[in-house]
């Protein structure tokens, strides 16, 4: 059974910092995905990572993708307080585009 | 507004009450999936549908829940006898690729 964990589950840290969340998962997958979720909204797509040393960069976030390792990066330079959000990463369980398994979500508080 | 929508945004609802939600993907997505989101957890997948048809069901859906895409467009996802476990955030979302939509989902409230 494919599991994806997060860590940390909760971060508070000050604007301007740098810090990073890691996604583990337990199977094989070539599709990670990362998504922004604020509170009472729903889910926003942030970064698709479709291959092994798959980076993409979007404004303070980065998303990394090692799939020998089993594991995927988000790291966000230079926090601001806009970036407060839950961040979840899920992982395509069958590399077949639509059972996404998902992590618990790592809660982001940043601090002015 | 072309995003991905969802009626009605909340349901409160007395168990042993049928409850349905309709979902209203993006007009070319050919891909449509269910999600329910509990406080503090992430999604977890229920259904998906690529046009009309159901190619996928979780094993965590019970008999209770049934989902319908007719005419490959919009969506019902019912919940029948509901019990108050069933309380939960219903989710929507709609893919022609690899990026999957969500809509603003459904607060589901079993008293």
């Known amino acids: 059974e494919l599991k994806v964990e997060q860590n940390p589950l909760f971060l508070s840290m000050q604007e301007g910092k740098n810090y990073t969340i890691y996604c583990n998962y337990s199977?094989?997958?070539?599709?990670l995905y990362w998504y922004r979720q604020d509170p009472g909204k729903s889910l926003e797509s942030l970064f698709v990572l479709l291959s092994n040393g798959a980076v993409k960069q979007e404004g303070r976030l980065m998303a990394s993708l090692d799939t020998k390792a089993r594991l995927s990066t988000l790291h966000i330079t230079a926090a601001v307080h806009d970036l407060s959000a839950t961040y979840f990463c899920?992982?395509?369980?069958?590399?077949?585009?639509?059972?996404?398994?998902w992590g618990a979500g790592t809660k982001l508080i940043i601090k002015p | 507004d072309t995003g991905v929508s969802q009626d009605p945004r909340h349901k409160i609802t007395k168990r042993g009450q049928n409850v349905t939600f309709r979902c209203d993907p993006i007009s070319e997505h050919n891909r449509l999936y269910w999600y329910r989101q509990t406080l503090g957890q992430g999604p977890e997948f229920l259904t998906y549908f690529q046009n009309e048809a159901q190619l996928e069901k979780s094993r965590l859906l019970s008999d209770r829940f049934s989902a319908e895409r007719p005419k490959g467009s919009f969506s019902t996802l019912e919940i029948q006898r509901t019990e108050q476990g069933d309380s939960a955030m219903y989710l929507c979302?709609?893919?022609?690729?690899?990026?999957?939509?969500f809509g603003p989902g459904t607060r589901l409230t079993v008293l």
């Open positions: 899920a992982v395509d369980s069958r590399n077949s585009n639509y059972q996404l398994i």
């Open positions: 979302a709609s893919s022609l690729g690899s990026k999957q939509f």
């Open positions: 199977t094989t997958s070539d599709r």
